[in-house]
């Protein structure tokens, strides 16, 4: 299948600075990418869809100055997550819905753990 | 996307079938059955997905009752590496990647 891949896997910032995390499609392109966050226990949360070359869609309840999401290829999509908190922490997951197909799976990253110290 | 409800917790021993149940009452007409599954620590993984008719591929089989209402994901012989949390979600096949998760099913398999 597709394939997904995120970096870093893991990353740990003190409190305060800017931390990104890269979602690139490896062997597919991909028009649209969605960034979910869990938290421990929990299940997965959609924060926003990014669509290559146009603004991001957030859901209700994200701040979109704090959650910064840049599609500016077809293969790239950037999250960056702005002046990091503790409360930041979390799974960071993406997900690619490959452009040649309209109804088709969408696939997964690996996920980025973010801790914010 | 239509709610979904799972146990949310099973046990299967190694080498039996696992059976995850999902209960889907509001599902729509044009609405899909998708389940996923998520490895401790890692992204979700797509198992299988169905509109109506029952699905097997290499991984699994999905059985949908006839009113659309329930599904089962069977898993017919089940490894140490299966445990994970099912995910079992309804959406529009048009909505690829973009998924409502519920709390899903903690599948552990015990040797």
């Known amino acids: 299948g597709a394939v997904v891949s995120q970096h870093p896997s893991w990353v740990i910032c003190k409190s305060g600075t800017s931390v990104k995390i890269e979602c690139r499609s490896l062997?597919?392109?991909?028009?649209?990418m969605f960034w979910y966050r869990q938290f421990p226990k929990q299940s997965l949360m959609l924060m926003a869809t990014?669509?290559?070359?146009?603004?991001?869609?957030?859901e209700q309840g994200v701040e979109k100055d704090k959650f910064l999401i840049n599609h500016a290829s077809l293969t790239l999509s950037t999250l960056t997550v702005t002046s990091a908190h503790p409360e930041d922490s979390s799974f960071y997951i993406c997900s690619a819905r490959d452009r040649r197909w309209t109804s088709t799976e969408a696939f997964f990253g690996q996920g980025t753990r973010l801790t914010v110290v | 996307d239509a709610k979904t409800t799972q146990p949310p917790s099973m046990d299967c021993a190694e080498g039996r079938a696992a059976n995850l149940p999902c209960n889907h009452s509001t599902i729509s007409g044009n609405e899909y059955v998708y389940w996923y599954r998520q490895i401790h620590s890692q992204g979700p993984q797509y198992i299988i997905h169905g509109l109506k008719n029952n699905e097997t591929n290499e991984m699994a089989s999905l059985i949908i009752t006839e009113d659309r209402k329930s599904s089962t994901l069977i898993l017919p012989h089940a490894t140490l590496r299966d445990t994970a949390v099912y995910y079992c979600?309804?959406?529009?096949?048009?909505?690829?990647?973009?998924?409502?998760f519920g709390d899903g099913t903690t599948l552990t398999v015990k040797p």
């Open positions: 062997d597919f392109q991909a028009t649209t």
């Open positions: 979600i309804v959406r529009l096949n048009t909505n690829a990647g973009k998924s409502t």
């Open positions: 990014s669509n290559e070359g146009s603004k991001a869609t957030y």
